[in-house]
């Protein structure tokens, strides 16, 4: 592992990861366009989330209040369970999960569509924000802009340090849309969010729903999302050999 990298953010305990070390996360070995590139990947805040249990979130920028509503129930409901939240940093339900995660007491990791010395913590996250409970990670080069692709491409790095992942309002094509259906090709829980009067802008769950997505949906006694489903897939090992992280100690 090395941590010799510096660029001029102040990120703490800033280290690079090569895609060959032993210290490379083994839940991301099997991603095709890390171990492809041979990228090594950058890391700022607190390493050892990536020993825990996650759950990705990915929707659109410009969620309805109820998608809004959703996202934040399941992120409240994983903090409070000691799951990590992971998403990808952008407006909408990406930057909702992210501070309700951290707002409710939990953790969080922010994937990076760019290079790791772009990152500032957004001034509406600030007032929740605890370097000890986040972790910020890219796959690019320090300097790599912003681009399309580079938020498509880090999907995949979102599904690989998830267990599962949850999807609010996918369009009928985009990211949102190809993140669930990579999630399915790599063999991991999917659940879509599902409730009344769905936008018009959201046609992707049903077209996820129909490929393998699972229905999540809001409890009528308790009015909050129906995860103990997830949870117990979060927790779960994908074989024998596999052993899954102790939760997280309520913060």
């Known amino acids: 592992m090395n941590s010799e990298f510096k660029n001029g953010a102040d990120l703490p305990n800033l280290t690079v990861v090569d895609a060959d070390s032993e210290q490379f996360p083994p839940q991301l070995k099997g991603i095709p366009s890390l171990n492809r590139s041979s990228r090594p990947l950058y890391f700022a805040g607190n390493l050892s989330l990536l020993g825990f249990p996650a759950i990705g979130f990915c929707g659109s920028r410009k969620s309805s209040e109820k998608g809004m509503e959703a996202v934040r129930d399941c992120c409240e409901q994983a903090a409070q369970n000691g799951i990590v939240v992971v998403s990808g940093n952008a407006k909408g339900i990406d930057f909702s999960a992210h501070y309700t995660a951290l707002a409710s007491g939990g953790c969080t990791i922010l994937v990076l569509p760019e290079g790791i010395q772009s990152f500032r913590v957004r001034k509406d996250l600030r007032s929740v924000w605890d370097w000890n409970r986040a972790l910020v990670v890219s796959q690019f080069a320090p300097d790599a802009p912003w681009t399309v692709f580079r938020a498509m491409e880090r999907n995949d790095l979102i599904i690989g340090l998830s267990r599962a992942m949850v999807v609010v309002e996918a369009g009928d094509t985009g990211g949102t849309l190809s993140a669930g259906k990579a999630t399915l090709k790599a063999g991991k829980p999917l659940y879509v969010a ?41 927790f779960l090992p994908r074989d024998p050999l596999e052993t899954v992280g102790p939760q997280l100690a309520l913060i």
């Open 194 to 234: 599902v409730y009344e009067n769905m936008p018009e802008n959201a046609p992707g769950n049903d077209i996820l729903l129909k490929i393998g997505g699972k229905r999540l949906s809001k409890s009528r006694a308790s009015g909050r999302a129906k995860l103990a489903g997830l949870f117990d897939e979060v």
